[in-house]
């Protein structure tokens, strides 16, 4: 015997339990000629007849039912295992790599992600915080986190937010001092805390639009940060304006640390979206983040 036929051996059993070539066929989803072929084959290597056709169907030989009980416990042994490894393939595990700035990782993707940890232990969650415009493909990320219209076409992209506005706040102190600005332009005269973004390394120019005209302003002040917590700071503390989502700054606004100004210029941005490659595997932990961050419109 050259070599063993397990394709045959895995064939036989389920014959020799079936008794009947037809129903084995029908099991194994192939056709009666295809086990026929298989079983001859297997006789043939082996020199000994395995199975006793009738016209009811099939039954072992002495030879088939001593191969069968033997057999028997290895077949189902590597069935349960196969099952195992299946049911491992779909458990939601492994790492998901996200890259996003730290508003959105501390308002969406941590309140919402956090609890699934808990419910699956063998999903590990890396958030990398970063204001530039990465690619994620080449930077070995799953998927990054931006606004709405800053999304490449090539990427499918999937709400995670709704819209939300900026504002220009600062501290009661610094207004006593220094005035409130009336319209955008006059930001210039004022000490406000610009944002550095590495892409470019220019400065965040804010963004302000009324009545369907749009305007940038470049502002400047003697802060500059690359991180949007130390710019609350500097306003809190009275040293400068900073320009802030409304869900971050209402807190402070309500308790009277800051006040909110050019609130009619104050614009909505479209809201953070999860974009991920096109050609991206769906894996199962992958999915669960999917499913667990989309957005749904009140």
Not at 147 to 158: E, H, K, P, T, V
């Amino acid at each position: 015997m050259s070599s063993i036929n397990f394709n045959g051996l895995s064939v036989f059993i389920v014959v020799a339990r079936e008794r009947s070539f037809t129903r084995a066929a029908a099991h194994l989803g192939i056709s009666q000629s295809a086990v026929s072929h298989s079983i001859n084959a297997l006789e043939e290597s082996l020199g000994m007849r395995l199975l006793t056709r009738t016209t009811r169907g099939a039954a072992p030989t002495e030879a088939g039912e001593r191969l069968l009980s033997n057999l028997t416990p290895y077949y189902d042994g590597i069935e349960a295992e196969l099952s195992a490894l299946s049911a491992l393939r779909e458990k939601p595990s492994g790492t998901v790599r996200i890259s996003a700035h730290d508003h959105a990782a501390s308002t969406i993707l941590w309140p919402k992600l956090g609890p699934l940890l808990r419910d699956y232990p063998d999903i590990i969650l890396e958030i990398s915080i970063d204001y530039g415009l990465i690619d994620i493909v080449s930077e070995r990320f799953d998927a990054g986190v931006r606004n709405g219209d800053q999304i490449a076409n090539d990427m499918i992209a999937m709400r995670i937010s709704p819209d939300y506005r900026m504002l220009v706040v600062g501290s009661p102190d610094y207004f006593a001092l220094h005035g409130a600005p009336q319209t955008p332009n006059e930001l210039i005269a004022h000490s406000c805390a610009n944002l550095r973004l590495p892409t470019h390394g220019g400065l965040y120019a804010w963004e302000f639009e009324k009545e369907g005209k749009a305007l940038n302003v470049q502002v400047s002040g003697q802060m500059i940060f690359n991180t949007s917590s130390q710019l609350l700071t500097a306003a809190l503390e009275g040293y400068a304006l900073t320009y802030a989502p409304e869900d971050v700054v209402t807190p402070y606004i309500k308790a009277g640390k800051l006040i909110s100004v050019l609130e009619d210029w104050s614009p909505y941005v479209p809201g953070y979206h999860l974009y991920y490659p096109s050609r991206r595997h769906s894996l199962p932990a992958f999915q669960l983040v999917l499913d667990t961050l989309r957005y749904q419109m009140a």
